[in-house]
């Protein structure tokens, strides 16, 4: 990896066919009051014009934009190869159709400057339609002040890929993208792991773009959603451990019952390998005291999973029927 150059913001944005929405990413990067910056640009095997839009860009500001074009692995590994060559002190990921406000380097360089015991610095990141017009101005959890990713970032992602900025060090003992999503939690997961501190900024510093319809469950990838669920949990649940969260506390057991649906829903698809780590995992994670799980898993066993689930399906449909309150 290259030499570190002290006080630059690399910022890495993978793209994939969208070359009208990346530039208005890059201006958003190009209008940061703060400088030195570098854009690297991972052009991720698309199949339009956008390798031709990235190296028309790169020219237009050849001492601030990179370009790398690769073959198409998806957006973890195009980050990962953006991240192998950025020289920054700090590292910022930028997804092509978001964009950034002119001071978030400013505010969180800074707040990183006063609180050298932090390693990331975040700030609020507001939520927008496709117009730009804002639907909420304090998305997700960015508002509220953690010091740690954990234990909130055992129950969800409570912020946006764009929301933080990296120390250098962090990024680099955290380790390398993976291919497999949910990727960036992955990561971030591996980041909360070694108990990172974390700082507000204290202002809002970038906008998460709406995509009506996108999510990959209502685009019939509902099995893919699920396989990738069950590969992270169980590291998920890891990294929580390694970051010290209590195993009675609440968040946990909130894990617990997201494991033991999970593992329920695998089973229903006939994965029964994936099904019993996750049950095994909900089991673990509840402390072994959960009759409900424990009464799931010898219904498995005695009568197979999918007889097991019509049974649960059976009686949560009569527990919500009206007619027999």
Not at 287 to 295: E, I, L, P
């Amino acid at each position: 990896m290259p030499e570190t150059i002290p006080h630059l913001v690399s910022t890495i944005i993978p793209v994939y066919n969208r070359a009208e929405m990346v530039r208005k990413a890059v201006d958003s990067v190009l209008a940061q009051t703060y400088r030195p910056i570098e854009i690297i640009l991972v052009d991720d095997g698309s199949t339009d014009d956008t390798p031709a839009v990235l190296d028309a860009m790169a020219r237009e500001h050849p001492d601030e934009i990179r370009v790398l074009h690769k073959v198409n692995e998806g957006p973890g590994l195009a980050r990962e190869a953006g991240r192998q060559v950025a020289r920054g002190e700090f590292i910022q990921y930028l997804d092509s159709d978001d964009w950034l406000l002119p001071n978030k380097f400013a505010d969180q360089v800074r707040a990183l400057r006063d609180h050298p015991e932090c390693g990331i610095a975040y700030g609020t990141s507001m939520f927008v339609d496709t117009e730009g017009q804002v639907i909420n101005p304090v998305s997700r959890w960015t508002g509220r002040e953690f010091d740690y990713l954990f234990p909130a970032l055992l129950e969800r992602r409570w912020w946006y890929t764009h929301t933080p900025l990296f120390r250098r060090d962090v990024s680099d003992a955290a380790g390398p993208w993976p291919r497999q999503r949910p990727e960036d939690w992955d990561l971030e997961a591996r980041m909360g792991a070694l108990r990172t501190r974390l700082v507000h900024c204290g202002s809002t510093v970038s906008c998460q773009r709406e995509h009506p319809g996108a999510e990959r469950v209502s685009h019939g990838r509902l099995d893919a959603y699920l396989r990738d669920e069950a590969w992270f949990l169980p590291r998920l649940h890891d990294c929580a451990l390694q970051a010290g969260v209590a195993e009675q506390g609440p968040e946990m057991q909130r894990f617990s019952r997201w494991a033991f649906k999970l593992a329920r829903e695998l089973g229903a698809m006939g994965e029964r390998a994936q099904a019993w780590t996750l049950m095994d995992l909900a089991a673990d994670a509840a402390g072994g005291r959960d009759a409900g799980m424990r009464t799931v898993a010898a219904s498995a066993r005695l009568l197979g999973w999918p007889a097991t689930m019509r049974v649960v399906n059976a009686v949560q449909g009569l527990r919500r029927d009206p007619a027999r309150a």
